[in-house]
């Protein structure tokens, strides 16, 4: 057994010693969930060869798949049954994701994450970090090449380590080689998201760099419609906003439409007298996307109560620290 596998073991207590085993083969064969998640909620995807199973196959996706449906099951009933979802943050509060140095053990306030079930920021040797292909832009039947694969981070032991040791897909980095991917990510528009799941012991544990043609999360929220309908199907849809919404300067703007075209919630649309973007802002995540496209830097988010408060590691921290 190897070590990072007794650690991430040992990180549930005995009430919640069954978590390890969803967790285990979540991270071992990631990439085989995405494939069954995007097959289950019948988005588009394409064969590809898992070489991350071994001859117990048949087995283990038969598990994978049971996997989904649970958390499918827990989606379904909300905020307080869902056991996997996703924040988005804006790029500056990523860049702090992964460049903690100290341990940290921060429960989340509900304004930040309305979840009920793994809400906290739980960091053992935060600079420990691992990089792997989206799972999935690694399955989708047109994915957004030339793109890099590799923009999914597991930050912070067991998980990073355990996912470096047991998943040949993933590898350790640097905090300084993270914060350049999601540099490099903000500058082609994608969306930064913080992963929570019940199984890798209900906290945050993984950013990915998202976009609206392949991932699973931003697809199915649109197809939804955003948040309104969202809304009228009881919350159903495991993403939420990070906080702030995005605004334009119409003084530095100069009407290129570039925001427009990149905007992965349908948010935005180009006013063709005015020649300017117009932002529909109860459908804006406030993701920074067209912030990071924008060649005029007309673009900044500002902050929005409407849609939560913002994954900010150093406002949290000031907030819980007694009076």
């Known amino acids: 057994m190897h070590n ?4 991430f073991f040992n990180m549930f207590g005995p009430e919640n010693r069954n978590d390890f085993f969803g967790g285990y083969m979540y991270l071992k ?3 085989r969930f995405a494939s069954i998640a995007c097959r289950d909620i019948d988005l588009p995807y394409k064969e590809i060869v898992h070489e991350d199973l071994g001859p117990l196959e048949e087995g283990i996706a038969e598990m994978l798949e049971a996997y989904v449906k649970e958390i499918a099951e827990g989606a379904q009933g909300g905020p307080e049954t869902d056991i996997y979802h996703t924040k988005v943050v ?7 994701l992964v460049s903690q140095k100290e341990d940290l053990n921060m429960p989340l306030p509900e304004q930040v994450v ?14 420990s970090l691992a990089i792997g292909p989206c799972g999935c832009r690694l399955n989708s039947d047109n994915p957004c090449l030339p793109y890099p694969m590799e923009v999914c981070l597991m930050v912070g032991d067991p998980a ?23 540099e490099e990510s903000h500058k082609r528009g994608e969306v930064h998201c913080a992963y929570f799941k019940r199984e890798i012991g209900s906290r945050f544990f993984a950013i990915c760099n998202c976009c609206s043609c392949c991932c699973m999360g931003v697809k199915m929220w649109n197809l939804m419609g955003g948040i309104p309908m969202a809304k009228a199907m009881g919350d159903l849809c495991f993403l939420v906003p990070s906080g702030y919404v995005a605004e334009v300067d ?10 427009v075209d990149s905007c992965n919630f349908d948010c935005m649309k180009m006013d063709e007298e005015k020649q300017q973007p117009v932002i529909d802002l109860e459908k804006c995540m406030g993701c920074g ?9 007309a ?3 500002r902050l929005d109560p409407s849609k939560g408060e913002p994954l900010d590691l150093d406002e949290i921290k000031s907030a819980l620290k007694p009076a």
């Open 90 to 96: 804006k790029f500056l509060d990523a860049v702090k």
């Open 4 to 7: 990072s596998t007794e650690e």
């Open 29 to 31: 064969y990631i990439n």
């Open 289 to 297: 996307g067209c912030e990071g496209v924008c060649p005029d830097g």
């Open 250 to 259: 119409t003084d530095v703007c100069t009407g290129c439409g570039t925001c």
């Open 160 to 182: 990073a380590q355990f996912i470096a040791d047991l998943n040949p897909k993933f590898r350790k980095i640097t905090p300084e080689e993270a914060v350049q991917v999601l």
């Open 299 to 301: 673009i900044s988010l």
């Open 114 to 127: 309305p979840w009920k079930i793994a809400r906290d920021v739980i960091l053992q040797n935060p600079q």
